[in-house]
């Protein structure tokens, strides 16, 4: 099996046994989800974040999932601007999902493939999925040929991260994406009951830097710490065991996983002819706003 192939069912068996995963707290406006994809995005409140879309008629949610941020962007956007969210594993699932909202249309689609009868968009949004497709910087082009002649693509990608966490990440991978999505889930489910006793340790470390590691200086909690430089033990309180476990499946299972620097992608967006507008580099990916050129 090829690894566009395993892709596929390491999502759709995601999607397809979490439906509703993260769906409430992307909306939960207190919660750290609704917080991190504001912030990374250069928005400091939700009504930033309206504002911004005020002036967009059409706004496409690239890779939608289950469609958590689809219904995000519906609400924060104009009353009558269409929202449309496309997904190659779960657009049925995100159908439904938001079968209560208004001028919203999901459709099965490759970010790869043709997207000319989706017509243009003046916002897209397009994150924490080209690292997952066989060609990220061909899917983010294709992606921009569909934006209006002001139009903002908002995307982001994992970020090439410290060298243990990334020889860690990839021998994890190795060890489970060849497994069914049950067993897979009890493997992560170990890595889940690592970060949460250590958050639930509640220490705070001061370290020094570490260049060799990638270890900045400065004041850590312990799950974070080990979390940011060694290895992916996702843990959040908000949320259900079985939820966190799924959140670590997602990072290991795929084997279409790319990682990516800020040169790199900054590169794209100028070989597209978008001027970045902004961008965000945290430990985990790089968040990049960027609009057409006048």
């Known amino acids: 099996m090829g690894q566009s192939d395993q892709t596929f069912i390491s999502f759709r068996d995601k999607w397809e046994k979490n439906t509703q995963l993260a769906f409430a707290e992307t909306l939960n406006e207190g919660s750290d989800i609704f917080q991190w994809i504001l912030s990374r995005n250069g928005f400091k409140s939700s009504n930033e974040l309206r504002a911004h879309l005020a002036s967009k008629k059409r706004i496409l949610d690239a890779g939608c999932g289950n469609g958590r941020v689809t219904a995000l962007l519906h609400r924060y956007a104009p009353i009558d601007a269409e929202v449309v969210g496309i997904d190659l594993t779960a657009a049925h699932i995100a159908q439904k999902n938001l079968a209560d909202l ?79 999505y049950e067993d897979a889930l009890d493997a992560m489910k170990e890595l889940t009951g690592l970060g949460r006793a250590l958050s639930d340790l509640d ?13 900045d200086a400065g004041e850590y909690d312990i799950q974070r710490l080990i979390y940011h430089f060694f290895l992916k033990c996702f843990w959040n309180p908000a949320m259900t065991f079985e939820e966190n476990a799924a959140i670590n499946y997602d990072w290991y299972h795929p084997q279409l996983c790319t990682r990516h620097t800020l040169e790199e992608i900054e590169e794209w967006f100028s070989d597209a002819g978008l001027d970045v507008v902004h961008r965000c580099v945290d430990y985990y990916g790089i968040t990049m706003r960027g609009a057409k050129s006048a």
């Open 203 to 215: 220490v705070k470390v001061t370290v020094p830097a570490v260049k060799v590691l990638g270890i």
């Open 102 to 180: 208004d001028r919203v249309t999901t459709f099965t689609k490759d970010l790869l493939g043709e997207l000319d009868d989706l017509g243009r968009f003046d916002f897209i949004y397009c994150q924490e999925v080209l690292h997952h497709t066989s060609d990220p910087k061909a899917a983010f082009l294709n992606l921009c040929k569909r934006l209006t002649p002001e139009g903002e693509i908002a995307i982001y990608v994992y970020k090439l991260k410290a060298p243990i966490r990334e020889y860690a990440d990839d021998m994890i991978r190795g060890l489970i994406s060849g497994l069914p």
